[in-house]
């Protein structure tokens, strides 16, 4: 066995072909089964060796404790031992390769940890008088003034708490603007087909009824379809760029053209800002309003290791109604701009997205990253994305159908489909044998407008051996699908876990545990 020019082993098919008996504790090589905590202890035992304690219960009254708590007695090894085990069967982005679409950026740098963890930032309250964080005001200011130069809009608001919160947030700057001109007799929303699931959601949720605009076969919107929907009752259209099928919607300045002919408004969903910044500018393409995911575009931590931020830049048109409060420099001195002191220029603001004024560690993070790449750098990290996505769909067209593979290349994420595997195999499939090549799977069946949608983003950080390795694995397992191998219908096999009920474990998730111990006595 040779190392590649990649860097990595590829084994033979015959490496895995001995019979070898399941191992009698169940554990697999170093990865171990572990139980639920209630399982592995129990509530007679303890792992501590604590007096009787007598102070708390004169203060309790009433609510004082009159059974055992009942919770399972472990030693501190034990007990470290279970949530370590546990921590090991989570699959995340230092462990390796995370090829899910639709996620953007996984990466984040630990600088930008360090930096939101200085106590200027990290010990702040937001009522705390405003000449106490003048740094911490500084960095939301700065933060802001990038987000604004890098879209080419007139201003931002910085409260919203994530992309769907700023896509609310877009919308209903959009409704009192339409209000404040008398026309809020609008009532609908365009969505094209490739837009993503939040947006369409966000307009009912605001109180408008939303229209499907449908895709071309090309996989972009349908410029023809939505024009000719253009009309009064319209209040505006909301469109993903770089969108759900991870291309460009090149018509978007014909677009806003039309919809501001029309007298309705253009809502960008930025989500995948990454694939484009530092290459277009939305303001440039007549957009009104555009959330930026921070923890999509600008390296802050993404989902469990969230929370999110969604800020959102508005155009010209669309400034006076934007959210408070904001930060504004006032001769060297950083000012919050609230009701109080917004002033006649503000006074249309529809209101606020939140209590306070958005997340101030992901503001610290994202500001960090941007520094550290600059313009030029940032720049790179989207031309990297987007040669990396590329990559692997030209590696892999010739083994997987990829649907817009003929229209030219992708941005941030290449989309494949389901078609030309054998009968009875599906995007499932090849997600399960993923997981036993040692990748977690990519997005499945979405977008939707392809059939068993397979949507792979790498992102800028891959190396190419990375990818190389991936590229090696994912064909393997397409080939297995193609040839109709029974064994992967049976994938993962390596997994402490093989096929589990999904709709069942989302639909009707058990998440208390019960004492088995007196179901048992009872049914005896
Ligand atoms: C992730 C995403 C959203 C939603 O962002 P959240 O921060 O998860 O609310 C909206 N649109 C697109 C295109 C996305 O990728």
Request: with cysteine; aromatic share 6%.
């Amino acid at each position: 066995m040779s190392i590649n020019q990649s860097g990595w082993r590829p084994t033979s098919p015959e490496a895995n072909t001995v019979n070898v008996p399941a191992s009698v504790t169940g554990n697999k090589a170093l990865m171990l089964e572990e139980a639920l905590i209630f399982e592995i202890g129990d509530a007679k035992t303890t792992g501590v060796d604590f007096g009787e304690g007598d102070v708390a219960h004169d203060m309790l009254g009433d609510l004082t404790r009159t059974a055992p708590i009942g919770l399972p007695g472990l030693s501190e090894p034990e007990t470290v031992r279970h949530y370590t085990r546990l921590s090991r069967q989570n699959y995340g982005i230092d462990l390796g390769f995370f090829p899910l679409g639709s996620c953007t950026m996984k990466h984040n740098p630990r600088l930008n940890e360090k930096m939101a963890r200085l106590p200027g930032f990290s010990d702040v309250h937001p009522l705390q008088p405003v000449d106490t964080v003048q740094g911490a005001l500084e960095v939301i200011h700065q933060l802001a003034h990038w987000l604004v130069t890098l879209t080419g809009m007139t201003s931002v608001a910085m409260s919203p708490k994530a992309g769907a919160h700023g896509e609310l947030c877009g919308i209903l700057a959009i409704r009192a603007a339409l209000e404040a001109k008398g026309e809020g007799a609008r009532k609908i929303i365009l969505v094209p087909e490739s837009a993503h699931g939040t947006n369409p959601a966000t307009a009912a949720f605001a109180g408008y009824s939303v229209e499907d605009i449908p895709a071309t076969a090309e996989g972009r919107v349908d410029t023809a379809a939505l024009k000719a929907r253009l009309g009064p009752d319209v209040a505006g259209v909301m469109i993903t760029n770089p969108n759900t099928c991870g291309l460009f919607e090149r018509d978007m300045r014909e677009i806003s053209d039309a919809v501001h002919a029309a007298g309705g408004y253009v809502y960008c969903d930025g989500a995948n800002f990454n694939a484009i910044v530092g290459r277009v500018r939305p303001g440039d393409l007549g957009i009104d309003a555009m959330h930026i995911n921070l923890h999509k575009t600008f390296s802050t931590p993404h989902g469990g290791g969230g929370p999110g931020s969604g800020p959102v830049v508005f155009s010209e048109a669309l400034t006076p109604y934007a959210p408070l409060p904001f930060v504004e420099n006032q001769d060297g001195q950083f000012v919050l701009v609230e009701e109080e002191t917004a002033g006649e220029h503000h006074a249309g603001s529809f209101g606020r997205m939140v209590a306070f004024h958005g997340q101030m560690g992901m503001f610290t993070r994202a500001l960090t990253y941007i520094l550290s790449h600059g313009a030029d750098g940032l720049r790179q990290v989207s031309e990297d994305a987007v040669l990396n996505a590329n990559y692997i769909l030209r590696s892999l067209d010739d083994t997987l159908d990829a649907p817009f593979g003929p229209s030219g290349p992708c941005m941030h994420e290449a989309l494949f489909s389901d078609s030309g595997l054998a009968a009875g195999f599906s995007t499932i499939d090849i997600a399960k044998g993923l997981i036993d090549e040692g990748f977690h799977p990519m997005t499945m069946y979405f977008p939707l407008v392809v059939h068993g949608a397979m949507l792979v983003e790498p992102t800028e950080t891959e190396s190419k051996a990375a990818l190389d390795q991936f590229i090696a694995a994912l064909r393997s397992v397409a080939e297995r699908a193609k040839a109709g191998d029974p064994s992967l219908k049976t994938a993962p096999h390596f997994a402490p876990r093989a096929r589990l009920d999904e709709t069942l474990a989302a639909r009707k998730p058990v998440l208390v545990w019960k004492d088995p111990a007196p179901l048992a006595q009872a049914a005896e």
